[in-house]
């Protein structure tokens, strides 16, 4: 008997979806672009009018804001637990420079936001919006660049947006909730005890863990907290075995491993396009000079573009100089700098804490064009330093 057949490790799924993950952000972008198209059309009214429609207690776009993206939610923890247990950020060493990387890429962007808006106190409430990098979107342009960035790269992109991820569910979980129904919450915390008697009896039945996930859902909904957030809890419930438990190729079917794969697609192909396009609409026809020099706007936009860049790349320099960490394996500080400009790219979890940040229309608009124009910004920067900054040949 080999070694590698006593000790095989599965791929990451961070690795096994890489190219998904490009193709589902390629379809990201085209939900958007249409998104505006259609806003901006004499179908406007039609597209507008849908997503306010009422279906049962809640609108069209409460349906897919609060339903939907739990479920993206859901794929969000379950990936956060693959790769923090048995993936890419098992080790510390391994978390280090995507974890600090992440870290000062939520920090300085929410600084300059609030530098921006330091005379608008109610506009601060809004400083976690350009904290988020989009996943999807960033590894949809490296998905552009081919062969010119190393795998490693892209495996610290998708780490550092994991560890993004975690922070901006934290920080949904603490800073956006309405006021708390404390029975409701009880509730949730006494469904959430048992998905984890459960899970830690290592009971494998997918579906009663989905049954008391809709059940969490619901009490979460009507506790006050966020409703998204029932998709991290139940995700930390779900079974995990590693290669470590099972040292054969076993533990790839744990319930985890089969959940998150059954997710993928969908939240990637349909659930997240259907969110972009929901969200992503908005009319410019009342666009003028004073909207674009609005303090909201800006600090949304210089918070992708520039505190991203100065956060992620700042952390990046900081470690490697002080000898704590190393680049990426055949990355130059060319290919580095243009990975930083992609963390800008914010879109997704962005608009979603725009949204829960701002009830008023009129400035969740601004909050868009800040998102808009801030995003392309960092894309189009990104794509243009990453294309022309070389690449070193793996000696592999």
């Not at 859901?74 to 247990?85: D, N, Q, S, Y």
């Not at 495996?155 to 975690?166: E, H, W």
């Not at 054969?248 to 319930?255: G, I, K, L, R, Y």
């Amino acid at each position: 008997m080999t070694m590698n057949s006593v000790i095989r490790r599965p791929a990451s799924a961070l690795r096994a979806f890489l190219h998904s993950e490009a193709a589902g952000g390629i379809i990201l972008m085209a939900a958007a672009l249409a998104a505006l198209i259609v806003a901006n059309s004499p179908l406007a009214s039609a597209y507008f009018d849908a997503l306010h429609a009422y279906v049962g207690p809640l609108s069209v776009l409460h349906w897919i804001n609060d339903a939907l993206m739990a479920l993206f939610f859901l794929l969000v923890g379950l990936e956060i637990k693959r790769e923090v247990l048995d993936g890419q950020l098992s080790t510390w060493a391994r978390r280090t420079l995507p974890g600090v990387a992440a870290l000062g890429g939520m920090i300085v962007p929410g600084l300059v936001y609030v530098a921006f808006n330091l005379a608008d106190p109610a506009a601060l409430r809004g400083w976690a919006i350009p904290a988020a990098t989009d996943i999807a979107f960033a590894l949809g342009v490296l998905s552009l660049l081919g062969s010119r960035v190393p795998v490693s790269l892209k495996v610290f992109l998708a780490a550092l947006a994991i560890i993004d991820d975690l922070g901006a569910v934290i920080v949904i979980a603490l800073f956006y909730t309405a006021q708390i129904n404390i029975y409701a919450l009880l509730g949730a915390a006494f469904v959430f005890a048992i998905l984890r008697g459960l899970g830690t009896a290592g009971y494998r039945k997918l579906p009663a863990y989905l049954v008391l996930g809709a059940v969490l859902w619901v009490l979460v909904f009507l506790s006050g907290v966020h409703a998204t957030i029932a998709g991290v809890l139940l995700a930390l419930t779900i079974p995990l075995r590693t290669a470590r438990d099972t040292p054969d190729a076993a533990h790839e079917s744990s319930p985890l491993h089969r959940l998150e794969h059954w997710l993928h697609a969908p939240v990637a192909f349909l659930i997240v396009p259907i969110f972009g396009f929901a969200n992503a609409g908005v009319s410019f026809a009342h666009v003028t000079p004073a909207v674009l020099q609005d303090t909201l706007t800006l600090g949304v936009a210089a918070g992708l573009l520039l505190g991203k860049l100065g956060g992620v790349f700042g952390a990046v320099v900081l470690m490697t100089r002080l000898g704590w960490a190393e680049l990426p394996a055949h990355a130059n500080w060319g290919q580095m700098l243009g990975v930083a400009l992609l963390c800008g790219i914010g879109f997704t979890m962005s608009l979603f804490i725009g949204l829960l940040a701002f009830e008023d229309p009129a400035l969740q608009e601004r909050v868009k064009y800040g998102i808009l124009a801030g995003s392309l910004l960092a894309g189009l920067a990104g794509y243009t330093v990453l294309r022309f900054s070389g690449r070193k040949v793996d000696p592999s």
